[in-house]
C-alpha cells in the first residue's frame, strides 16, 4: 500500500517537472494525438468531435473542446502535457512566391504581408489585414521562392484558449503547409 502511494507521487511528480510533449493533428470533425517515446509512436488515437464544434479549423465552443481533449488526455495519462499542434488547412490561405531581390528579414515580411493582402489571400471567412497574422518562410537556401501563410488571429487565440481550458501548455501551432 505505501509502496503503491510512493509510486503514483512520484508518477505525479515526474509528469509535473517533465510534461509529456504531445502532437496534434486539429480538424473539424475530429483530433488525432500521437505520443513519442524517443523515436516510437508510444500513443496515436482519435477523438472524434460532435457536429458544430469546429468549422474551417475554428473552434466555436472553445471551452467545451478544451473540456473534452483536457478530460481525454487525462484518462490517456497525458494530462498537463505540452502540446505541438497542426491546424488543418481550411484554417489558412497559402501562396508560394517569388521573393524580391535584396530584403532583409524585415523587409520580407513587410513585403508578404503586402502581397498578402494584394492577392486577397484571406482566411476563409474573411478578414481585414489587421486581424490577420501572415507568416513568411523562404523554402530552401538559395531559392527566390518563399511560402506566404494567412492565418485568421481569432484562430490562434481560439486554439490558445481551447488548450488552456485542457490544461496544456501550447508550445507550437502551425498550419499544415509548413509541416512534412
Known amino acids: 500500500m505505501v509502496l503503491a502511494d510512493l509510486r503514483c507521487r512520484l508518477t505525479a511528480l515526474r509528469t509535473q517537472l517533465c510534461p509529456p510533449c504531445i502532437y496534434l493533428e486539429l480538424q473539424d470533425q475530429a483530433i488525432t494525438a500521437m505520443a513519442l517515446e524517443g523515436r516510437q509512436v ?6 472524434p468531435l460532435p457536429e458544430g464544434v469546429c468549422r474551417h479549423g475554428v473552434p466555436l465552443l472553445p471551452v467545451a ?6 478530460d481525454w488526455l487525462l484518462e490517456r495519462g497525458y494530462g498537463g502535457a505540452h502540446v505541438k499542434a497542426v491546424l488543418p488547412p481550411s484554417a489558412c490561405s497559402w501562396r508560394v512566391l517569388e521573393q524580391p531581390p535584396g530584403l532583409n528579414s524585415d523587409g520580407l515580411q ?3 504581408e503586402g502581397m498578402a493582402e494584394q492577392l486577397g489571400l484571406v482566411w ?3 478578414g481585414c489585414p489587421e486581424q490577420l497574422d501572415v507568416l513568411c518562410e523562404p523554402l530552401a537556401e538559395g531559392q527566390p521562392q518563399v511560402l506566404v501563410v494567412v ?4 484562430v490562434l487565440e481560439g486554439w490558445m484558449e481551447v488548450m488552456d481550458q485542457a490544461g496544456c501548455g501550447l508550445e507550437a501551432l502551425q498550419p499544415a503547409c509548413l509541416c512534412g
Open 65 to 70: 473542446l478544451g473540456d473534452l481533449i483536457g
Open 110 to 112: 513587410t513585403w508578404a
Open 42 to 47: 508510444r500513443w496515436l488515437e482519435r477523438l
Open 151 to 154: 492565418v485568421a488571429r481569432g
Open 124 to 126: 476563409a471567412e474573411g
